[in-house]
């Protein structure tokens, strides 16, 4: 089998990743576009935040039950075959007119990245041995990182000098360049000997309590950091008075860091345990929303700059810190031989999460002030908090809570 030709080599875990960095770089793209996308389609922010919201909750609930139906395919064929409509949604979005060709666009994307990403995930904690899960985990969830710290920045400048749509035929272009990866790149015995479970065996593992505590810890840390993050730019716009150049050069700041964060924190789950890297992680995502929102309410733009940039990188340092050692987590207590279900339900939470995260910060926007989002994100990743010390500790058994 193919997972014991390559159980100690990473290159896998690499191509894979030319895949998520094309989806990273699209699923992060459009919130630092929103301000550009409203004035051209003379919508409001708030209006414009449903794309993110429809684009998560589509994959959030369409993941799991694409992952079922498509789960006799073999896993090789299915990634090349999802990141080629993946790049076919782009340009769908990028030759849409209006909002709603748009809208549609996400939603064609949605269902492709909802059935990549947890393919991939899944398909490599087969791959590897199991000391090296963690680290092959953040490599191919590191192209979401790597997309933020260059895709993000590259399309915003090219948005900026040629309009938002251009942004959507630039992530085209790099899915087929993610295509020819998987083609090329993947040995053809890869996809061989995946088994994917059935819907009733995904409930089954769901109903555990211990997988039932770990999925609202990720539920509750993606709701934190999607009411920042699907505002961002106004924010930066408002509290500080940055402008599109100013804030690219943030978000490029937060995409380094998060890419630091992502590759550490799956190295260090190894090393010190999963639950230790959580739980520091979601620590510093509490005092840095509560950071942003005490400098947006008590300091002067000229102020709020230095105390915005040094939580902008501690927050992507911690918040992509913390997805690995979360996906290690799970595994763990879940058992190798439920990875697959595992990590599709951890998906689904994730970006049910994304998706209450930015339909909250939508609320509090349109009825309150930028100034508040911090303090919305704070509440959500300190339930996180809870679930996590005072909730495994109960659910999970103590040989699994050491090995984690």
């Known amino acids: 089998m193919a997972a014991d030709i390559q159980n100690h080599n990473l290159a896998p875990a690499w191509i894979m990743a030319l895949g998520t960095f094309a989806i990273g770089t699209e699923g992060f793209m459009i919130v630092p576009l929103l301000p550009d996308?409203?004035?051209?389609?003379?919508?409001?922010?708030?209006?414009?935040?449903?794309?993110?919201?429809?684009?998560?909750l589509t994959l959030a609930f369409s993941s799991p039950i694409l992952t079922t139906l498509f789960g006799r395919v073999d896993r090789r064929r299915l990634l090349i075959a999802?990141?080629?409509?993946?790049?076919?949604g782009n340009l769908m979005a990028w030759q849409s007119s209006g909002y709603w060709g748009i809208l549609a666009a996400r939603v064609f994307l949605a269902l492709a990245a909802g059935l990549y990403t947890p393919s991939a995930n899944a398909l490599i904690s087969v791959l590897v041995a199991p000391e090296k899960r963690g680290r092959s985990l953040a490599i191919i969830n590191g192209g979401m990182t790597i997309a933020i710290a260059l895709g993000l920045p590259i399309g915003s400048l090219l948005g900026n000098a040629l309009g938002w749509r251009v942004t959507f035929l630039g992530v085209g272009i790099l899915a087929l360049i993610a295509v020819l990866g998987l083609f090329f790149g993947l040995d053809k015995s890869a996809g061989t000997?995946?088994?994917?479970?059935?819907?009733s065996a995904r409930v089954a593992v769901a109903k555990r309590p211990p997988i039932l505590v770990g999925l609202a810890i990720t539920l509750f840390w993606a709701v934190g950091a999607y009411i920042v993050?699907?505002?961002?730019?106004?924010?930066?716009?408002?509290?500080?008075?940055?402008?599109?150049?100013?804030t690219s050069l943030i978000i490029c700041l937060w995409g380094v860091c998060a890419a630091i964060g992502n590759?550490?924190?799956?190295?260090?789950?190894?090393?010190?345990?999963?639950?230790t890297v959580m739980g520091g992680s979601l620590s510093l995502l509490t005092g840095v929303f509560l950071l942003l929102s005490f400098t947006a309410f008590w300091l002067t733009p000229n102020q709020a700059v230095i105390p915005?940039?040094?939580s902008i990188a501690v927050w992507g340092v911690a918040v992509f810190g913390f997805h690995p050692a979360q996906m290690s987590h799970l595994i763990q207590i879940g058992g190798r031989a439920s990875a697959p279900i595992v990590l599709s339900l951890n998906t689904s939470s994730m970006y049910c999460g994304f998706s209450l995260g930015?339909?909250?910060g939508s609320v509090v926007v349109s009825h309150g002030q930028v100034?508040?989002?911090?303090?919305?994100?704070?509440?959500?990743?300190?339930?996180?908090?809870v679930l996590l010390y005072g909730f495994t500790a109960r659910a999970v058994s103590p040989r699994a809570s050491h090995a984690s």
């Open 371 to 385: 100034a508040d989002l911090g303090i919305a994100a704070a509440v959500a990743e300190a339930i996180s908090i």
């Open 263 to 275: 590759f550490s924190g799956g190295a260090l789950s190894d090393k010190l345990g999963a639950r």
């Open 229 to 246: 993050w699907t505002y961002i730019a106004p924010y930066l716009r408002s509290v500080a008075n940055f402008g599109p150049e100013g």
């Open 193 to 199: 000997g995946v088994e994917v479970p059935s819907l």
């Open 37 to 56: 996308m409203a004035a051209d389609l003379q919508l409001s922010i708030a209006t414009l935040g449903t794309l993110v919201t429809v684009f998560t």
């Open 308 to 310: 915005i940039v040094v």
């Open 82 to 88: 999802t990141m080629a409509f993946f790049a076919l």
């Open 358 to 360: 930015s339909a909250i």
